[in-house]
């Protein structure tokens, strides 16, 4: 246990979180079911000792299956089910922003550990995920931005290593990378989470209509009669008589 990467640590405790239904909630906002994301995760942990070659030279690219390629189809999954073009939006500037702050940081920072209080790792994947959420706000689109900023900062470090013209090793999305993706997307939903709770305790409850989750979005439809119900004055008069109350053009239908 002491052995294993950080992120598979990681993705064990979520996975028990998501077996005995404590991340229901958060799992509505993304789009998944309990049974969903548990396969996901076990697809993410199998995928991480997968590489996918990509180039041999004069750099040796490699492209990690957990760590990058599923990550990506999850974000592009989310950014497709996005319920406004803004949300979507906020997502991509997020994730461009990640990979920015990362990447400078990555030139900047000492990368060996015992050079820093921190492990680099944690600095790394705790910054993405404040900024995504910062950036995106939603829960969607600051998971988006945490998980799709990191990959894209793989992406950048490969291209400055080639107009450099330095030759090295990289693994997209592999390892201290995946740790990092792993890092960077829980926090930012945790954040967001944590930040949309207190929020919603704020002003009394959760904001419902068409383009908040299902189970929000049904919750309304069925508070709606019983709020009119309740706002209806004792003396009104019944509807239909001698007023329209249909959406037809508002005609009436006294003939």
């Known amino acids: ?28 906002r993304m789009r998944m079911t309990d049974k969903q994301a ?19 030279a004069p750099m040796q690219i490699t492209l990690n299956v957990g760590g990058a390629v599923l ?18 939006v906020r997502a991509i500037v997020a994730a461009i922003l990640v990979a920015g702050v990362v990447s400078l940081g990555s030139r900047y920072l000492p990368y060996e550990p015992e050079n820093m209080y921190l492990d680099p790792k944690l600095i790394y994947g705790f910054a993405a995920g404040l900024i995504a959420y910062l950036a ?11 998980v799709l ?65 299902e189970g929000l979005y049904e919750f309304s439809k069925e508070l709606q009669p019983k709020e009119s119900q309740k706002n209806e004055p004792p003396n009104s008069q019944p509807a239909g008589a001698g007023e329209n109350t249909s959406d037809a053009g508002g005609e009436s239908s006294e003939k």
């Open 1 to 28: 246990m002491m052995n294993m990467p950080l992120g598979m640590i990681l993705l064990l405790v979520v996975s028990v979180l998501v077996y005995f239904g404590l991340a229901h909630r958060i799992l509505d």
């Open 38 to 56: 548990l396969l996901f995760i076990a697809a993410i942990v199998v995928g991480s000792f997968i590489d996918i070659p990509i180039m041999s």
């Open 71 to 88: 990550p990506i189809l999850l974000c592009l999954y989310l950014i497709y089910k996005a319920d406004e073009t803004a949300e979507r």
């Open 136 to 146: 995106g706000r939603s829960r969607r689109s600051a998971f988006i931005g945490g």
């Open 149 to 213: 900023g990191i990959v894209l900062s793989d992406i950048v470090h490969i291209i400055t290593l080639s107009g450099l013209g330095i030759p090295g090793t990289t693994a997209i999305g592999g390892a201290g990378a995946f740790d990092v993706t792993i890092i960077a997307g829980i926090v930012a939903v945790m954040i967001a989470e944590l930040v949309g709770e207190t929020r919603e305790k704020l002003q009394g409850g959760p904001v419902l209509g068409p383009n908040r989750p």
